[in-house]
């Protein structure tokens, strides 16, 4: 629905400034939540008398339920208004989240972690698409980097507001710390967010949903549980790979050939929302990946606490807002592919540069690299998504903008768990290469010349010096996993150049939208 059809049902001028603002919450609410509960999990399995594994699902039952239900935001959306769903979204999860905070065992906590991600799947996408329904395309920029700033941000604060409340109060206060932003939120929503006529005659497409969700919920179990179970060598990931590809390949066959598929395929025949799906996977890739891999390396290579770790990383969320209200300024009036350009380049260089960590590393330097990188998220993730919708008609944003937030958020956990595999693999191989010069058939070393307590033949001092091998080998799979992200960053930047810029309609054919207050 366009910006004059939006005024049109919604005949009092609109708030923009209220309408951006409530948006946001909803999508802080959102990306908050898919974190903040991280640095929780052992304090939560205690409580509940629950393994390290079992735990986990608290993670886990929330991502896949939220992945699942974000492609039927379209038909929702179309099928019973926008306003009523955002509304519908908020105060499911608002509820939710108070029974996470009561729940009593383990059980009751993953219940309540499926309904929290299944209301929180249209937030994003929908705050997106009422954004691009009220503003024209030279005006989304700076409206965008407002709304950017919570998808990318919130995430960043996420462990260290929960480490900090598990620590000052209780694990609950996690989910309790949605209650007062989410009424807030509500009640923006309900005095501000205009409403779009339902679409009553919208037929809902039964399997090819359920074929989409079956894929979806097999490829996300397989890459949050890979890892812990071993990936190709345990039974339960071979079997979700095959029901996800199964699944995927009836679910295209049933799109091709229905009149009316679940997912419309002519989204896909936009150039640029098709490209920008591709690179919003690798940027998922990248930007979720450094995000789960840089607090662990802080605390375990150099030492620092949670709640230290989480400030030495807050950094880079001040380069992300910083670069996103910059940047909304610019787009419209600098080639947006020149920003994506500079955007990748940035966030190569950071990467080359984390590359080169040594155990030796200071604070400062993490701290100034992670706002650099806070400069690139901001020069990719805007002129990113805002040329992903650019040339996409109207009616079929809502659609799109699901489609393209699942496939970001699947790109992150693909992204995590590949690269904490690779991070496992580089590490085992690092440690053989170190391991070997320290053998006792090696004439060169002799026990004397270890540092001590270090010794190849003391059982003692070996348990020292196969601590410290370790904690190098350890090191270097970092920074290769970190060179893997600059490779994999510098192959995705000639996809840029498959984007067409879009162009401001004529203003002989384009009303302005009825939004004058501010």
């Not at 886990?60 to 699942?68: E, F, L, P, R």
């Not at 490829?219 to 079997?239: H, K």
């Not at 001040?318 to 940035?346: C, E, K, N, P, W």
Request: glycine content about 8%; overall charge neutral; some cysteine.
């Amino acid at each position: 629905m366009t910006a004059p059809a939006v005024a049109g049902a919604h005949p009092l001028p609109l708030n923009r400034t209220m309408i951006v603002a409530s948006v946001m919450l909803a999508t802080i609410l959102t990306a908050l939540d898919a974190t903040i509960a991280n640095v929780a999990l052992p304090h939560m399995a205690g409580s509940v008398s629950a393994s390290q594994e079992q735990i986990a699902w608290v993670l886990t039952s929330y991502i896949v339920a939220s992945a699942i239900c974000t492609p039927i935001t379209g038909w929702l959306s179309a099928r019973f208004g926008r306003k009523r769903l955002l509304v519908i979204a908020v105060t499911g999860f608002v509820a939710a989240s108070a029974l996470c905070g009561a729940a009593q065992n383990l059980p009751q906590i993953v219940l309540f972690r499926v309904a929290q991600g299944a209301f929180a799947a249209p937030l994003i996408p929908m705050s997106q698409a009422l954004i691009l329904d009220i503003f024209t395309l030279s005006e989304r920029g700076p409206a965008m980097a407002i709304w950017g700033v919570g998808v990318m941000v919130a995430p960043i604060v996420g462990p260290v507001l929960g480490g900090w409340l598990t620590d000052s109060l209780s694990w609950r206060w996690v989910f309790y710390i949605n209650l007062p932003v989410g009424v807030l939120c509500l009640l923006g929503i309900m005095t501000f967010i205009p409403d779009t006529e339902p679409d009553r005659g919208r037929k809902f497409d039964i399997v090819g949903f359920s074929l989409l969700a079956l894929a979806i919920a097999a490829v996300q179990l397989m890459f949050d549980r890979g890892q812990s179970q071993g990936w190709l060598d345990s039974g339960e990931i071979i079997a979700e790979a095959c029901i996800a590809f199964l699944a995927l390949w009836f679910s295209l066959v049933h799109s091709f050939t229905s009149a009316k598929p679940f997912l419309p395929l002519s989204i896909f025949t936009a150039r640029n929302f098709s490209t920008a799906s591709i690179l919003g996977v690798m940027v998922g890739v990248v930007i979720l990946s450094v995000s789960a891999l840089l607090p662990t390396m802080l605390q375990s290579e150099y030492g620092y606490s949670v709640l230290q770790a989480g400030m030495l990383t807050a950094p880079r969320g001040f380069g992300s807002i910083a670069s996103m209200l910059v940047v909304g300024r610019l787009i419209g009036r600098v080639d947006t592919r020149i920003l994506l350009i500079v955007g990748q380049g940035i966030f190569a260089a950071s990467f080359f540069h984390m590359s080169l960590f040594t155990l030796d590393t200071s604070a400062f330097e993490v701290i100034a690299n992670g706002v650099f990188q806070g400069l690139g998220t901001g020069l990719v993730f805007l002129p990113l998504t805002t040329m992903a919708f650019a040339t996409l008609a109207p009616e079929t944003r809502g659609d799109a903008t699901s489609f393209y937030t699942l496939m970001r958020n699947l790109g992150g956990s693909a992204g995590i768990s590949i690269m904490f595999a690779m991070l496992v693999n580089f590490a085992a191989a690092a440690r053989v290469q170190l391991v070997d010069p320290y053998s006792p058939e090696n004439a060169m070393i002799q026990p004397n010349t270890l540092p001590w307590p270090m010794s190849i033949t003391d059982p003692t001092g070996v348990v020292v010096l196969s601590a410290q091998v370790d904690h190098q080998a350890s090191m270097l799979a970092y920074t290769q996993v970190f060179h893997l992200m600059f490779m994999v960053t510098l192959a995705m930047m000639p996809l840029v150049m498959l984007m067409r810029v879009p162009k401001e309609a004529p203003a002989s054919r384009r009303r302005e939208p009825a939004a004058v207050e501010h």
